[in-house]
């Protein structure tokens, strides 16, 4: 069992330290060839200053921000589109070339003699957020443990037993406990059973593993 550093917030967390993102899907419906490129480059640069705004507008410090082209595409009489990923540069030849290269992976062929079609154009603008140095929320980095348990009877199985009390900040990188214990933090309090040990790794994960029944 896996216990992360702030296990009650971690979801919070996640959300919080999440990159941004801004997606546009616009319906297009129009055949490779007699595409109206022009305006179509329109479009997808449009989307793109748009999600680049509205990125902005949010006041959320990010590192850069990417902008990732897709587009559903199929042949003419087909009934389903496949995904295809484009490349940032925009030709008819290029968008072509990425759907023969999908739609090869998708079947192991392509049909040259059939027309494609464009049925929509996918925008995302991804603003990327510095990474986060969970290492650096740990409270101590050295091996062993950093401050003595205190002790309490707990109740297990019907019984108490007299059980070592952590503080999960005092729980270095390497250090080992050894059930029956609680470690306790602000926003969990992790109970360890007889004949479980807990391991704290690297990133500061609580590791549990089951020793004996």
């Not at 705004?53 to 590192?63: S, W």
């Not at 009877?153 to 108490?160: N, Q």
């Not at 609680?182 to 926003?187: L, Y």
Request: with cysteine; charged share 25%.
């Amino acid at each position: 069992c896996l216990i992360p550093y702030y296990p009650g917030v971690l979801c919070a967390l996640g959300s919080a330290a999440a990159d941004v993102r801004q997606d546009f899907v616009r319906t297009v419906m129009q055949d490779l060839v007699t595409l109206d490129f022009g305006a179509f480059q329109s479009l997808v640069e449009g989307l793109a200053r748009e999600g680049v705004r509205l990125i902005e507008a949010e006041g959320v410090q990010v590192e850069r921000v990417d902008v990732f082209l897709s587009a559903d595409m199929g042949y003419e009489g087909q009934r389903h589109d496949i995904r295809v990923n484009l490349p940032s540069s925009l030709t008819r030849d290029a968008l072509q070339r990425a759907f023969d290269d999908a739609y090869r992976i998708e079947y192991r062929q392509t049909l040259p003699d059939i027309a494609v079609r464009l049925t929509a154009v996918r925008v995302m603008v991804l603003g990327v957020r510095p990474r986060l140095n969970l290492a650096g929320w740990l409270a101590q980095t050295s091996h062993g443990l950093q401050a003595a348990p205190t002790r309490r009877p707990v109740y297990f199985d019907g019984a108490y037993h007299e059980a070592e009390v952590h503080q999960r900040g005092n729980l270095g990188i390497g250090s080992e406990v050894f059930g029956p214990a609680i470690v306790e933090q602000s926003d969990t309090t992790t109970v360890i059973d007889p004949g479980t040990a807990g391991r704290v790794d690297v990133h500061g994960n609580l590791i549990l593993e089951v020793r004996k029944q």
